[in-house]
C-alpha cells in the first residue's frame, strides 16, 4: 500500500505536459534518410522534355534534351526498344537551345550502325550512351565525341560505372568488366583461359572457377524450365538437367567478369584488369 501511494504521488509531482514529454521521449525516431549515390557524370545544366502528338500506332514519341555548356545530347523516343535517334547539338555562346524533334543544321547524329541505345550521361566534351538491352549478364556502353559524334570505345559492363574521372583531354572509366570469349574453360580446359587471359591482360591471375558458375547457372536454367512448364519438382530437375546434357551446355562460350580501368587518349584506347576474374559463367 505504501509503495503504491509512493508512485501515486510521485506521479502528482510532475510538471503539466511531463507525461506527454515522456511519451515523445520513448517514440520511436524516423530512419534517416537514404543519401542519394553521386553521378559519376557532369550534371546537366538543364534538362527539357517534350512530348509529340501520338504516331500511327498510338505512341507519344518524346524527345528528352539535355544541355551542357557547349552541347546538347538529344534522345528521341517513340516506345521501342532503344532510342529512334541519338545526336549531339552544339551550341553558340549564349544561344538559347530548342527541344525538338527536327534536326538543326549542324546536329551530330550517332550512327545505328555505331551504336543504338540510350543516353547516359556525360564527361566534358565525351558522351556515353548505352546499350538497348543486356547481353551475358553485363550493359554494353559507348563513349562518343561531343564534336563529332563518332563513336571512340565500346565495352560491357556489369552494374554502372563505378568512376568516370577527366584530366585535361583523358578520360579514365573503371568499371566490372563483362568480357565474352569464344571457347569454353570447362569444355576446353587450359587452352582456352589461356586466350582469355591473354586477351584481357588477366596473364597473372589464377584461372577462376569455371566449372561452379557453369554448374550454377545450368541450374538456375533447369529450374527454370521446370517453372515454366509449372512441373517444379525433383523429377522435372533430374530431366531439364540431362536435356541441358544432351545440348552440351559445357560448351557454351565462357564469360569473365573483372574489375577494369580504361584509359582513352587521343581517340586511342587502354584497358587493363584491376584485379582477378570475380566470376565466370557461360554466355546467353
Known amino acids: 500500500m505504501k509503495v503504491l501511494l509512493a508512485a ?11 507525461t506527454s514529454a515522456l ?12 543519401a542519394k549515390t553521386a553521378s559519376v557524370f ?4 538543364k534538362t527539357l522534355k517534350v512530348t509529340l502528338p501520338a504516331n500511327e500506332v498510338g505512341a507519344k514519341p518524346k524527345v528528352t534534351c539535355s544541355i551542357y555548356a557547349h552541347f546538347m545530347v538529344k534522345q528521341v523516343d517513340e516506345g521501342e526498344v532503344g532510342a529512334a535517334q541519338l545526336s549531339i547539338v552544339p551550341l553558340a555562346p549564349g544561344a538559347k537551345p530548342v527541344c525538338q524533334r527536327k534536326n ?78 569464344e571457347c569454353s574453360v570447362p569444355h576446353d580446359g587450359a587452352s582456352c583461359w589461356s586466350k582469355i587471359a591473354t586477351a584481357t591482360g588477366e596473364t597473372s591471375a589464377k584461372q577462376p572457377d569455371c566449372d561452379a558458375g557453369y554448374l550454377k547457372a545450368k541450374n538456375e ?10 512441373k517444379a519438382g525433383p523429377a522435372c530437375m533430374t530431366a531439364a538437367l540431362k ?22 587518349k587521343g581517340g586511342s584506347a587502354t584497358t ?13
Request: charged fraction near 25%.
Open 8 to 18: 501515486v504521488c510521485a506521479g502528482a509531482l510532475l510538471a503539466p505536459g511531463a
Open 23 to 34: 511519451a515523445k521521449t520513448t517514440a520511436a525516431k524516423p530512419a534517416p534518410a537514404k
Open 42 to 45: 557532369d550534371a546537366p545544366l
Open 104 to 181: 538543326v543544321p549542324g546536329e551530330k547524329v550517332v550512327d545505328p550502325k555505331d551504336w543504338s541505345g540510350y543516353a547516359d550521361g556525360v564527361k566534358g566534351d565525351y558522351v556515353f550512351f548505352s546499350a538497348d538491352d543486356g547481353v551475358n549478364g553485363g550493359l554494353g556502353f559507348a563513349i562518343v565525341a561531343a564534336g563529332t559524334g563518332k563513336k571512340l570505345f565500346d565495352d560491357s559492363a556489369v552494374g554502372k560505372l563505378k568512376a568516370v574521372m577527366l584530366a585535361g583531354d583523358v578520360l579514365t572509366v573503371r568499371y566490372a568488366r563483362s568480357y565474352s570469349a
Open 221 to 230: 536454367m533447369a529450374k527454370g524450365r521446370c517453372e515454366a512448364n509449372n
Open 243 to 264: 536435356e541441358l546434357d544432351r545440348q552440351r551446355w559445357n560448351e557454351a562460350p565462357t564469360v569473365i567478369v573483372y574489375d577494369a580501368e580504361t584509359v582513352l
Open 272 to 284: 587493363r584488369p584491376l584485379g582477378a576474374p570475380t566470376a565466370c559463367h557461360p554466355s546467353d
